[in-house]
């Protein structure tokens, strides 16, 4: 029994069975191939010799035999035929002529295919390159399949492990020769053997039979797909003898790979799935839902290697009714969960090394595009944990998908490469990349590109912002792709608060180029909320265009000034282009006095509000920061945000809004309220002494804003109304030679409240309560103290003559 060791590469730390203990040592070792050769010494070296005489070949050796043939034809053409028939009478009795009588059997199968030939040659390579695929090696003992549990039983009471195996290898021999139609009690007696004797089968001699029942056999023809019996059942044993084992033999995976590549006899069967996903484990890879794979070829025996089917993607009624009963098949039960698990953690580099050096020689030939097989993508599908088999695969699968025959295997293909891109690695910004560079015309392929792309952006938080710039910078690219803004919208859809913060970047990065992109910046961003159909989140957005950068080019940027006047602009563009078509229906009806669609017309003030505090806050705190504007551009920046700027500044650039539109557009952004913070920042900025904004600037900046926000009429009021009675009571606020403060009553609730704080007010704030200093004051009914106070638009206003207040600022209860 030491001849019959298991292999060193399955890592089995089992103490199950005497047998597998010993051995694990040997079974991949290399050994010589079985594949028999004709030497070069055996070829003829001229002519072959005339007459009679036939040189042939020692009997047994079918390649020899082979080689004999060959000889036989190039014998002169005029031999009577009297002759011939005295050649084969004087040869009819030795023992070469056992050769020649079957040379005629093995003419008689049919030539094989040209992806017959494929496969035939990927089985060649991969014997050339791994031997451990080999014939078994231990001599099987046939018996009776009716005393088969007999004989192991009494080998195994005298302790004779050599007969165990080969009885079972005999068993296995004559399931190999009966494999179209196998002996029922033969099977039925191994799958109980496995069942109460599982070690019995975990021999090399034993594994290398079973394994031989995974390979094609080569004397069957190629088309017929056979009885699938024997594979299954080989595939249940060694499922049962390798159950309890963390590492598995890489014989397994050669195996998988070879039925793969093959008629996938065994590897699509529900019968063996707990076997194949155990091997599939040494991919990593994330395999798509089967309710999301298109195939629709469920509980097939096997599959086809002809790359055609129906040509176009779309399910017949069969195969939707089919993909129902998968659905329900797809969840593993708790028994199944439990033999998952991964089994090649030891042989990780040596497996890859392998699969990628089978995968690379089936994707570097040479052939039609008809004749790439559908099996090849199948197994690229499983493979896909490997981030060398993405970048291989991504750059062929344009190609793939736009052929009708291998349409339906080249969408699960994309599927599994999106779900993959898991490492945003190096190779993974290439396969984004090259993902975002694929062009489909089909509604069909481009609904699923599009889901594809979901699910690359679940797979690493990081490919959300990849994907992003990969696709702005394509579109200003001369190869435009012209499904990018369908791109973009799946991206804004899938991600609505973080993705417009991506593209902000991305603009961001376009205007730190050494050229001006401002011009093409605005026409891409006119172009992205056309065709998103105004999907993106404004404020988000605008938002993203203010944050402060530390990379490097940022840091070192050449042209500072340029870049925070362009940001600017593209501030105010966004803005503009915030007016939907219902904004602008509302905005027409309510300058005919009618009160339609209200809420839209107040969702987008609201919403022009919010950016322009954003917008005060990034000149206040962030652009210092950045470069020393000089004092004419940063009050331009200024007044240009907060739509104050000369009407020519806003469409000087590309013409935009038209003619026709930009007083209305101007108005409807310059109607708007004015929020607290932003007023109280423009009068701080004022009284920084590092700003170039002075403090008559300020206040007469802050009284044009208020002015023009109390202007804007209320439903049904006037401009200015009484408090809506939510402040929190009466409040004293000075403001520095200015009568009017405005604070948002409807955010503040209880007594005490402040209207403003040190820690978002500056300096200027005091933080204590002091006492007032008005000398002359006004009394409004139904308030505490004297004051007066009105609301526009939820904003509290609080009146006081202006020539006496005092220059600092003050914040105090009554």
């Known amino acids: 029994m030491d001849d019959f060791v298991l292999p060193t590469s399955s890592g089995d730390t089992s103490a199950a069975g005497h047998a597998r203990g010993r051995g694990r040592g040997r079974m991949n070792r290399a050994k010589p191939t079985t594949v028999r050769r004709p030497s070069a010494a055996a070829k003829p070296s001229g002519h072959p010799p005339p007459g009679d005489f036939i040189a042939l070949g020692s009997k047994g050796q079918a390649n020899e ?16 035929s009297e002759r011939k028939r005295d050649a084969a009478a004087a040869l009819s009795g030795s023992s070469a002529l056992t050769g020649l009588t079957k040379r005629p059997k093995l003419s008689s199968t049919p030539p094989l295919s040209a992806l017959g030939r494929l496969a035939e040659a990927a089985v060649a390579e991969k014997r050339a390159i791994s031997p451990s695929i080999k014939e078994p090696s231990v001599v099987p003992i046939e018996v009776l399949p009716t005393v088969l549990l007999d004989e192991i039983e009494a080998a195994e009471l005298e302790g004779n492990d050599d007969r165990i195996e080969g009885v079972l290898c005999g068993a296995v021999k004559q399931l190999k020769v009966t494999r179209a139609k196998p002996d029922s009690t033969l099977y039925l007696s191994l799958m109980y053997l496995a069942k109460i004797k599982p070690n019995i089968f975990a021999t090399e001699g034993v594994i290398e039979a079973l394994c031989s029942l995974l390979r094609r056999d080569a004397s069957i023809n190629f088309k017929a797909k056979g009885n699938s019996l024997v594979s299954v059942l080989a595939c249940n044993l060694l499922m049962a003898a390798y159950e309890e084992d963390e590492n598995w033999p890489e014989i397994f995976v050669k195996v998988y790979i070879e039925d793969s590549l093959g008629e996938r006899v065994w590897v ?46 779309s399910l017949t009624e069969e195969e939707d009714s089919q993909s129902e009963l998968l659905i329900a098949e797809e969840k593993l039960s708790p028994e199944q969960e439990g033999q998952l698990m991964p089994r090649y953690d030891d042989l990780a580099e040596s497996v890859e090394e392998y699969v990628l050096d089978m995968l690379r020689d089936q994707l570097n030939r040479r052939q039609p595009i008809d004749n790439v097989s559908r099996n090849l993508l199948r197994l690229l599908t499983s493979t896909c944990g490997y981030k060398e088999v993405r970048l291989m695969t991504v750059q062929k699968l344009e190609m793939w998908l736009q052929n009708p025959k291998l349409t339906r295997p080249a969408q699960d293909l994309l599927m599994s490469v999106c779900m993959n891109c898991n490492t945003h690695g190096s190779e993974d910004m290439d396969v984004i990349s090259h993902l975002i560079k694929i062009r489909l015309k089909p509604k069909v392929l481009l609904n699923h590109y599009m ?12 490919n959300l912002g990849t994907t992003i710039k990969f696709v702005i910078f394509n579109e200003l690219s001369n190869a435009r792709n012209p499904n990018n803004m369908q791109i973009l919208y799946t991206v804004l859809q899938h991600s609505s608060e973080l993705a417009p913060k991506f593209l902000a970047m ?23 909320i056309k065709q998103t159909k105004h999907e993106i989140n404004f404020q988000a ?20 000034e340029r870049f925070v006047v362009h940001i600017t602009d593209v501030l105010a563009v966004s803005m503009m282009l915030g007016i939907t078509a219902q904004v602008k229906e509302a905005g027409i009806a309510w300058d005919k006095g009618e009160k339609r669609n209200l809420e839209v017309l107040r969702s987008f003030q609201n919403q022009i509000a919010a950016i322009q505090r954003d917008a005060v806050w990034w000149l206040h705190t962030v652009v210092p920061s950045i470069s020393k504007l000089a004092p004419k551009d940063y009050v331009h920046c200024l007044h240009k945000v907060l739509f104050t700027e000369q009407p020519e500044t806003y469409y000087k650039w590309d013409n935009w809004p038209p003619e026709s539109d930009r007083n209305f557009f101007l108005r409807l952004c310059s109607e708007v309220p004015i929020l607290e913070d932003t007023l109280m920042r423009i009068l701080v900025i004022g009284l920084s002494r590092e700003l170039p904004l002075g ?24 401009p200015l109304g009484l408090c809506c009675g939510l402040c929190p009571g009466p409040l004293w606020v000075t403001v520095p030679c200015w009568p009017l403060f405005p604070h948002d009553c409807r955010s503040r609730r209880g007594a005490g409240a402040s209207a403003m704080s040190a820690s978002s007010r500056g300096n200027h704030v005091s933080a204590e309560p002091r006492a007032p200093v008005l000398s002359h004051k006004w009394a409004v009914p139904g308030w505490r103290g004297t004051q007066k106070c009105a609301c526009v638009f939820g904003i509290r206003v609080v009146l006081a003559p202006f020539w006496v207040l005092p220059w600092n600022l003050h914040s105090f209860p009554a």
């Open 506 to 528: 991305v603009f961001q990065d376009l205007l730190t180029n050494k050229d001006d992109y401002l011009r093409a910046s605005r026409a891409l961003l006119r172009e992205i």
């Open 451 to 462: 889901l594809c792309v979901r699910e690359l952006l679940n797979a690493h938080k990081d």
């Open 541 to 560: 957005f605008c938002l993203g265009l203010m944050q402060e950068r530390k990379e490097p080019q940022y840091l070192d940027m050449e042209f500072k």
């Open 695 to 718: 403090p008559a600037d300020a206040m007469e900046l802050a009284d044009h804003l208020v002015k023009r926000a109390a202007a804007v009429q209320a439903d049904g009021e006037g």
């Open 65 to 80: 035999s082979k080689t004999a043939s060959t000889l036989l034809k190039p014998a002169p053409s005029g031999l009577p």
């Open 268 to 313: 699509d069967s529900l019968h063996c799935r707990t076997f194949v996903d155990n091997i599939q484990t040494a991919f990593n890879t994330k395999m798509p839902p089967k309710s999301m794979l298109l195939q629709g070829e469920v509980g097939r025996s096997g599959g086809d290697l002809g790359a055609g089917s129906s040509p176009h993607p």
